[in-house]
């Protein structure tokens, strides 16, 4: 109901819109577009190319909306196990590093189902690497390898097609790690055809003559999502507040798709029917954009085909600028490539909603001609004097203030709240310099020849990033010489018409700077993804078992949280285990302590470099750490905005990321005691290797010294070098398994705790 009612609210605000808008271009076009004969061709053309982007911009909104009807999803079908057909699993791979390689392949092998023997996974390496088919048997997994291949993923996927034989087939780029129920949840929908649901609301089979032999299911598409967060979240420290920039397309857009049948086959964490594959002639080769064409093809002969909106597999999203613009490039010459190749809108197999829905994908890709135009517009007004839009300022309050509201609100309401104009601005703003060519080049038949795929790793020996930002920066100090000047413009001469280009470059303005602090980039200086979520642990030392649970996790590390302060040595040799379990997996792993915080609850942090792993606990750890959703934000925070993004984005890049490197746990304590001669000492710091000591009189203390003598924990004390009264306790290992010794130090810390509170 509250679906419906979003849509209803939607289209109702779509009428009001357009029609405003409706008023505002008829007047754009007959009464403020520059004549020759008044301004020259220059203005003319200058002033026709905003008004085409303009109306681009909202008829690819239109046409969106037009597509928007009630979100249908699917409901996923019970099914009889004996069901469940035989599976094969396709790892698409060419030169991925087998450390990526392994965690989604050890995935694949924990995929749930009725009966595993039906589940087949292959490693599909169109390089025939030896390292990877040396993989593939540690984890008794199919290897497909081939050489000389030329016809790239679309090659390889084939090759892997013409050796099997299940009737349906899961596709894996080799990032995108699988949940364990990915299987349960989409291997039912393809028996959508042959079961329903009887009074009582259960799923039963179809009778034979209810049937309809043409109803069948052609692949099931499930989001792309990243556990990582992308380069617009991380680089601009978004990663709190906005959602994966992927998450508009998979979780809403391709959603909407599936009541015209026109959803994206995405290449990966997809299902797919094997018939529906031969029959189209396997993965479309010719294209750089194999999964895209071949969906159309499937679509085009009737099957039906559905996106979902749940999460069940995520992967690493591009880590370096470089790596996303090779990305997008390929998407977008791939897309027109593939739409003119099929002769969409001649195509006598596609329906008018599915040529409707795959044209709004080719209108996506010239936002970013529209960007450009957006951004050298006022540009070109203030410094060159090109007259763009000739019109004074109350029809411009009066016709365009009324469509521009109400059609940005318009497409935040459209966006499901997963974006926003403004984020929609400064993602465009980004990317347009390095896309507007190579996609105008595609539109004009001029092709790329070769392309590379998206490296996921962090450098790769690229070049900076950071030179990528000249045209930005260029822009950016066109827009504030422009601003000076319109403002000197609205302070000597009142010309109050400058309001709206003043409006207009404060916001391109914004976009730029956005873009700037977005490419000059942030530092990622760890090894492995950083996983936030608690799950119990039990860590041993000793003989000593200690329970607290995890604040984050990765592949190399962990932190975990412990209530009271206990021993654990920052030996890297020290034998430190620990047991994780979470639904059902347990590893049982070591590691050495990195550094010891204390929290703002008067807990203690632990953090631990993990040791090298057996590969049965490297298989339950990578699952534990993997085989969850992941923790990215999944809409916009409203909290997000024009001043918090910019104000947050300086803080938290000129902020002191200084880390603690304390290893041991460090407590303030205050007690006096006696030595075995007599003398008077006073106890002022401890931390489970060195306490600090103090004489009460003039005396000196000794080089060696037992304090608590005869008390049933003698600690042994050795001067050390460090500084003055610091000693080092030589016994430690004796006293962390004394009871007694331990009760001191649960005193100490109430001590340190009562110290801290003031």
């Known amino acids: 109901m509250k679906e419906l009612l979003h849509i209803i609210i939607v289209k109702l605000a779509t009428v009001v819109t357009y029609f405003f808008l409706a008023i505002y271009y008829v007047w754009r076009l007959f009464f403020t577009i520059p004549r020759p004969a008044d301004h020259g061709w220059v203005a003319c053309i200058c002033g026709l190319l905003l008004f085409t982007a303009e109306i681009s911009s909202a008829f690819e909104v239109l046409v969106q909306v037009i597509m928007m009807k009630k979100i249908f999803q699917p409901e996923l079908p019970e099914i009889p196990n004996s069901w469940y057909?035989?599976?094969?699993?396709?790892?698409?791979?060419?030169?991925?590093?087998?450390?990526?390689?392994?965690?989604?392949?050890?995935?694949?092998?924990?995929?749930?189902?009725?009966?595993?023997?039906?589940?087949?996974?292959?490693?599909?390496?169109?390089?025939?690497?030896?390292?990877?088919?040396?993989?593939?048997?540690?984890?008794?997994?199919?290897?497909?390898?081939l050489?000389?291949?030329k016809l790239a993923k679309a090659g390889n996927l084939n090759n892997a097609l013409s050796k099997t034989f299940a009737p349906l087939v899961a596709t894996?780029?080799?990032?995108?790690?699988?949940?364990?129920?990915?299987?349960?949840?989409?291997?039912?929908?393809?028996?959508?055809?042959?079961?329903?649901?009887?009074?009582?609301?259960?799923?039963?089979?179809?009778?034979?003559?209810?049937?309809?032999?043409?109803?069948?299911?052609?692949?099931?598409?499930?989001?792309?999502?990243?556990?990582?967060?992308?380069?617009f979240q991380y680089?601009?420290?978004?990663?709190?507040?906005?959602?994966?920039?992927?998450?508009?397309?998979?979780?809403?857009?391709?959603?909407?798709?599936?009541?015209?049948?026109?959803v994206l086959y995405a290449g990966s964490n997809t299902l797919i029917s094997r018939e529906a594959l031969e029959r189209v002639g396997g993965i479309a080769t010719g294209t750089i954009t194999e999964d895209f064409e071949t969906g159309i093809r499937i679509e085009a002969l009737g099957y039906k085909c559905y996106a979902i909106s749940k999460l069940v597999a995520k992967g690493l999203a591009p880590m370096t600028f470089r790596s996303l613009i090779k990305q997008r490039e390929r998407w977008a010459r791939g897309c027109i490539y593939s739409l003119r190749r099929i002769h969409l809108f001649r195509n006598k197999n596609l329906t008018f909603a599915q040529k409707l829905s795959y044209f709004a994908c080719r209108l996506y890709w010239e936002s970013f001609s529209r960007r450009l135009i957006f951004i050298m517009s006022p540009l070109v007004f203030v410094l060159f004097h090109i007259p763009i839009v000739v019109a004074g300022l109350e029809p411009l309050l009066l016709i365009w203030l009324p469509s521009y509201v109400l059609y940005s609100r318009l497409l935040k309401l459209i966006a499901g709240g997963y974006r926003d104009a403004r984020w929609s601005n400064i993602i465009d703003t980004i990317m347009f310099p390095y896309l507007v060519?190579?996609?105008?080049?595609?539109?004009?038949?001029?092709?790329?020849?070769?392309?590379?795929i998206t490296s996921k790793s962090q450098s790769g020996g690229e070049p900076d990033d950071r030179f990528l930002v000249l045209p930005h920066v260029v822009l950016l100090v066109c827009c504030l010489f422009s601003l000076a000047i319109t403002l000197r413009e609205l302070i000597l001469y009142?010309?109050?018409?400058?309001?709206?280009?003043?409006?207009?470059?404060?916001?391109?303005?914004?976009?730029?700077?956005?873009?700037?602090?977005?490419i000059n980039g942030r530092t990622n200086e760890r090894k492995s993804e950083r996983f936030q979520f608690d799950i119990p642990i039990e860590v041993t030392y000793n003989n000593n078992t200690y329970k607290g649970w995890t604040v984050d996790v990765s592949e190399?590390?962990?932190?975990?949280?412990?209530?009271?302060?206990?021993?654990?040595?920052?030996?890297?040799?020290a034998n430190i285990?620990?047991?994780?379990?979470?639904?059902?997996?347990?590893?049982?792993?070591?590691?050495?302590?990195?550094?010891?915080?204390?929290?703002?609850?008067?807990?203690?942090?632990?953090?631990?470099?993990?040791?090298k792993m057996s590969l049965l606990n490297k298989k339950q750890y990578l699952q534990i750490i993997f085989d969850r959703e992941h923790t990215l934000p999944k809409h916009l925070l409203a909290s997000s905005s024009y001043v918090s993004d910019i104000s947050s984005n300086f803080a938290l890049h000129n902020s002191d990321k200084t880390e603690t490197n304390r290893k041991t746990a460090r407590l303030l304590i205050k007690e006096t005691t006696i030595l075995e001669d007599g003398t008077e000492v006073k106890l002022q710091g401890f931390n489970f290797k060195y306490i600090k000591l103090a004489p009460v009189s003039e005396k000196s203390l000794p080089d060696v010294l037992v304090l608590y003598p005869q008390s049933g924990f003698d600690i042994l004390c050795e001067k050390t070098d460090i500084r003055p009264g610091i000693y080092i306790i030589k016994n430690m290992e004796q006293l962390s398994t004394n009871k007694l010794f331990l009760a001191k130090v649960k005193e100490w810390e109430a001590y340190d705790n009562k110290k801290r509170r003031r």
């Open 85 to 145: 057909p035989e599976v094969d699993i396709f790892i698409a791979t060419h030169n991925e590093d087998t450390n990526l390689l392994f965690k989604t392949a050890n995935a694949c092998t924990m995929l749930r189902y009725p009966d595993k023997s039906k589940v087949h996974v292959f490693l599909c390496d169109d390089a025939a690497r030896p390292e990877v088919q040396k993989l593939a048997q540690e984890l008794k997994i199919g290897y497909f390898g």
């Open 147 to 149: 050489k000389n291949n």
């Open 172 to 231: 894996f780029d080799a990032d995108m790690i699988p949940n364990s129920e990915f299987l349960l949840e989409t291997v039912p929908f393809f028996f959508l055809p042959k079961v329903k649901k009887d009074s009582n609301g259960n799923w039963i089979p179809k009778e034979k003559d209810e049937i309809d032999p043409n109803e069948k299911v052609g692949f099931i598409q499930t989001p792309q999502s990243f556990y990582n967060p992308d380069l």
């Open 235 to 262: 680089n601009l420290y978004s990663e709190n507040s906005v959602p994966n920039e992927q998450d508009y397309f998979f979780r809403h857009i391709n959603i909407e798709k599936n009541r015209d049948n026109a």
């Open 437 to 452: 060519i190579p996609i105008w080049a595609e539109i004009l038949g001029i092709q790329k020849k070769k392309f590379s």
């Open 494 to 518: 009142r010309a109050l018409g400058a309001l709206i280009i003043l409006y207009w470059l404060c916001i391109n303005s914004y976009s730029l700077v956005m873009a700037i602090l977005f």
């Open 556 to 573: 190399g590390g962990l932190a975990f949280i412990l209530n009271d302060a206990v021993y654990l040595p920052d030996d890297k040799e």
């Open 577 to 611: 285990s620990f047991t994780l379990s979470y639904r059902m997996y347990e590893a049982h792993i070591s590691g050495h302590i990195s550094s010891v915080t204390k929290t703002k609850d008067k807990s203690w942090k632990y953090s631990i470099e993990l040791n």
